[in-house]
């Protein structure tokens, strides 16, 4: 079975500073691999995914993120943090099946920017 | 698009009581509908999984009972908490798709907090 670990439970970064949110995760075959945010009061939001192709994967918002096979990560990048990124970020991983596989979540990172 | 509301946002109820959720798609028609639960500091975890129109598929250890799922329209699916007890409380979370059984394409609800005293 798949797992997902976020080792990072809260995060405190300077508006415009660079911000990197870690994920681990588990799986051994080729993975699927997501990103979500979730803003008070929102649903959770898709960032980006991953499971073939370039491991330089960009999404919404400015955010990209990295996969690295040999380290089993996935980790959240955004060069330059606005004070509207404070939110909750998700990594999520399922079993590359078309997409119809169960996503397993992480126990999510909280983002906090100070001006 | 793509949008997905919850109601209540929060519910607290007394020890005993049923209570229900109700999910929407409010601008797509949700063939399937996904029902997670989250105890804080969790992560999400998938409870069901239902087909408009069909029974919903239970996760091991969720117990069907006590956790009715109907999914009787492209738009809406309810959760009903049956004789719900302080360890219920929780954060439900209902997501939705247009893709039938597609994982990779699911719109989350904010939430609801429930709490049972």
């Known amino acids: 079975a798949q797992s997902v670990t976020q080792p990072d439970i809260h995060i405190t970064v300077s508006e415009g500073a660079s911000l990197e949110l870690r994920c681990n995760y588990s799986?051994?075959?080729?993975?699927?691999l997501f990103w979500y945010v979730q803003s008070p009061g929102q649903g959770l939001q898709l960032l980006l995914k991953y499971f073939s192709g370039d491991t330089l994967v960009q999404g919404i918002k400015g955010f990209e993120a990295e996969f690295k096979r040999s380290q089993s990560s996935f980790n959240l990048r955004k060069p330059s943090v606005h004070w509207s990124d404070a939110a909750e970020y998700f990594c999520?991983?399922?079993?590359?099946?078309?997409?119809?596989?169960?996503?397993?979540f992480g126990t999510g990172t909280k983002l906090q920017v100070i001006p | 698009g793509a949008v997905v509301s919850q109601h209540p946002s929060r519910v607290i109820c007394k020890s005993g009581t049923s209570v229900k959720i109700e999910c929407r798609s409010l601008?797509?028609?949700?063939?399937?509908m996904f029902w997670y639960r989250q105890f804080p500091k969790q992560s999400l975890m998938l409870m069901a999984t239902?087909?408009?129109?069909?029974?919903?598929?239970?996760e091991q250890g969720v117990e069907k009972d006590k956790f009715l799922i109907n999914h009787a329209s492209l738009t809406l699916s309810t959760l009903t908490v049956t004789s719900a007890h302080p360890e219920d409380s929780s954060f439900y979370i209902c997501s939705a798709t247009d893709q039938p059984g597609r994982t990779d394409t699911q719109y989350f609800g904010p939430g609801t907090r429930l709490t049972v005293l």
């Open positions: 999520a991983v399922a079993p590359w099946a078309g997409g119809y596989q169960k996503v397993t």
């Open positions: 239902s087909n408009e129109g069909s029974k919903a598929t239970y």
């Open positions: 799986y051994g075959a080729t993975p699927y």
């Open positions: 601008d797509f028609q949700a063939t399937t």
